[in-house]
């Protein structure tokens, strides 16, 4: 993990970003890899830069990861980016895909069996965004690094 110049989004030019981006194209080991890669990246940011990192933000990334690559590997064709980035105090996982269609969160329903994912990605992400692309799309989710002070690990959560 490099740092690399930052531009754009809500960082000043002369800060630094501090992110990964990795293709996947290995259908079902992508997503052990993905979650792996997320857990590494996260651990990096602690030990190299310092940033703590609270074992739900952890826990969250890694469900997160999870979940937004299987949905890609699923139903999208072809390749899938995985982004991980640092910006200010949140970690964002940002999935690229191939496929137009933009996916619909669906209403709750316990006797559903699966399809829970982006419900789960949505409930325990502080924002998330969904954007066609030139070509596919980009799933975004924000997750806090640090637990809220009073023990709430959702306060501070936004729309988008």
């Given at each position: 993990?490099?740092?690399v110049?930052a531009?754009?989004?809500?960082?000043?030019?002369?800060?630094?970003a501090?992110?990964?981006t990795?293709?996947l194209?290995?259908?079902g080991?992508d997503?052990?890899?993905a979650?792996?890669?997320?857990v590494n990246?996260l651990?990096?940011?602690?030990?190299?830069?310092?940033?703590?990192?609270?074992?739900r933000?952890?826990?969250?990334?890694q469900?997160?990861?999870?979940e937004?690559?299987?949905n890609?590997r699923?139903?999208?064709?072809?390749p899938?980016?995985?982004d991980?980035?640092i910006?200010?105090?949140?970690v964002?996982v940002?999935?690229?895909d191939?496929?137009p269609v933009?996916?619909i969160a669906r209403?709750?329903?316990?006797?559903r069996?699966?399809?829970?994912?982006l419900?789960?990605?949505?409930?325990?992400?502080?924002g998330?965004?969904?954007?066609?692309?030139?070509?596919?799309?980009?799933?975004t989710?924000?997750?806090?690094?640090l637990?809220d002070?009073?023990g709430?690990?959702?306060?501070?959560?936004?729309?988008?």
């Amino acid at each position: 993990m490099d740092p690399v110049s930052a531009g754009g989004d809500d960082t000043l030019p002369c800060e630094l970003a501090i992110q990964t981006t990795m293709a996947l194209n290995n259908g079902g080991a992508d997503i052990a890899h993905a979650r792996r890669a997320a857990v590494n990246f996260l651990t990096r940011v602690q030990c190299e830069h310092g940033l703590p990192v609270s074992r739900r933000a952890m826990d969250a990334t890694q469900l997160v990861v999870s979940e937004l690559v299987t949905n890609a590997r699923k139903y999208a064709p072809g390749p899938v980016l995985l982004d991980l980035r640092i910006t200010g105090d949140t970690v964002e996982v940002m999935v690229w895909d191939s496929a137009p269609v933009l996916p619909i969160a669906r209403a709750a329903d316990a006797g559903r069996v699966g399809q829970h994912g982006l419900e789960i990605v949505m409930a325990v992400s502080q924002g998330f965004a969904m954007q066609r692309e030139p070509v596919g799309k980009r799933v975004t989710a924000r997750i806090a690094l640090l637990d809220d002070p009073g023990g709430d690990a959702f306060a501070g959560r936004d729309p988008g």
